[in-house]
C-alpha cells in the first residue's frame, strides 16, 4: 500500500521560503513521477510541478522563479521549497505520485498524502 | 494554459438523482481528461481517467464520457456518500490544469 505523509511548519513569514517534505512509503521516489498541489482555503487545485523517476523537474510557470522539488533516495522523500511567499501562498499543500494510470507516457495522481496547511502571516 | 471550466458551479440533488457535470476546455486536451472526487477535509480521489475508464474500485453509478474540449461526468443515481466536490484534470499539456469544480449537495 502506497502512502505519503506531508510534513513541515504551518506557519511562515511573508518573503521567506516554505519548506516541505513528503515521506513516501510503499514505493521507490526513484519510481514513478512525483509531484506537488496545492489548494488554498475554500478554493480550488493548482499544480505546482513535479519530479519523475530520472529525477528531472518540471515546474508550472506560474511559480517555476520561486519553486524547487528533490527527492532524497536514501530516505525515500520528497521536499518542496517555495520562496519569497506571501499570503497568497497560503495553502493546503499535497504531495502525489503520478502512476497506476498512464497512456501517451503520462499518467494520473493515483495516490495523495492527506495534505498540509502552511499559513503565510507576520 | 489550458483552462478547464466546470458546469454549474453547484448542484443540488436529492439521493437517488441523477448528477450530470460539464468539464469544457479552451482547446482539445485529446483523450487525457480524468475526474477527481473531493470530499471535506480529504485529498482528492481519482474516480475516471482517459474520459472514459473507472480507477480502481469506483462504483459503475460512475461513467465519463467526451472527447476533445468537451466532457461530462455522470452519477447515475446519488448515494449519500456521493455529495462531494469534483475536479476535472487534464494532462494533455503541461502545465496539467484542473477546473473550478462543481460541488454536488444535497437538496
Known amino acids: 500500500q502506497v502512502q505519503l505523509q506531508e510534513s513541515g511548519p504551518g506557519l511562515v513569514k511573508p518573503s521567506e521560503t516554505l519548506s516541505l517534505s513528503c515521506t513516501v512509503s510503499?514505493?521507490?521516489?526513484?519510481?514513478?513521477?512525483w509531484s506537488w498541489i496545492r489548494q488554498p482555503p475554500g478554493k480550488g487545485l493548482e499544480f505546482i510541478g513535479y519530479?519523475?523517476?530520472?529525477?528531472?523537474?518540471n515546474y508550472n510557470p506560474s511559480l517555476k522563479s520561486r519553486v524547487t522539488i528533490s527527492r532524497d533516495t536514501s530516505d525515500n522523500q520528497l521536499s518542496l521549497k517555495l520562496s519569497s511567499v506571501t499570503a497568497a501562498d497560503t495553502a493546503v499543500y499535497y504531495c502525489?505520485?503520478?502512476?497506476?494510470?498512464?497512456?501517451?507516457?503520462?499518467?494520473?495522481?493515483?495516490?495523495w498524502g492527506q495534505g498540509t496547511l502552511v499559513t503565510v502571516s507576520s | 494554459e489550458i483552462v478547464l471550466s466546470q458546469s454549474p458551479a453547484t448542484l443540488s440533488l436529492s439521493p437517488g438523482e441523477r448528477a450530470t457535470l460539464s468539464c469544457r476546455a479552451s482547446?482539445?486536451?485529446?483523450?487525457?481528461l480524468a475526474w477527481y472526487q473531493q470530499k471535506p477535509g480529504q485529498a482528492p480521489r481519482l474516480l475516471i481517467y482517459d474520459v472514459s475508464n473507472r480507477a480502481t474500485a469506483i462504483p459503475a453509478r460512475f461513467s465519463g464520457s467526451g472527447s476533445g474540449t468537451d466532457f461530462t461526468l455522470t452519477i447515475s443515481s446519488l448515494e449519500p456518500e456521493d455529495f462531494a466536490i469534483y475536479y476535472c484534470l487534464q494532462r494533455y499539456n503541461w502545465p496539467l490544469t484542473f477546473g473550478g469544480g462543481t460541488k454536488v449537495e444535497i437538496k
Open positions: 510503499g514505493d521507490s521516489v526513484n519510481s514513478h513521477s
Open positions: 482547446q482539445s486536451v485529446g483523450n487525457y
Open positions: 502525489a505520485r503520478r502512476g497506476g494510470y498512464c497512456s501517451g507516457g503520462t499518467c494520473e495522481l493515483d495516490y
Open positions: 519530479i519523475s523517476d530520472s529525477g528531472s523537474t
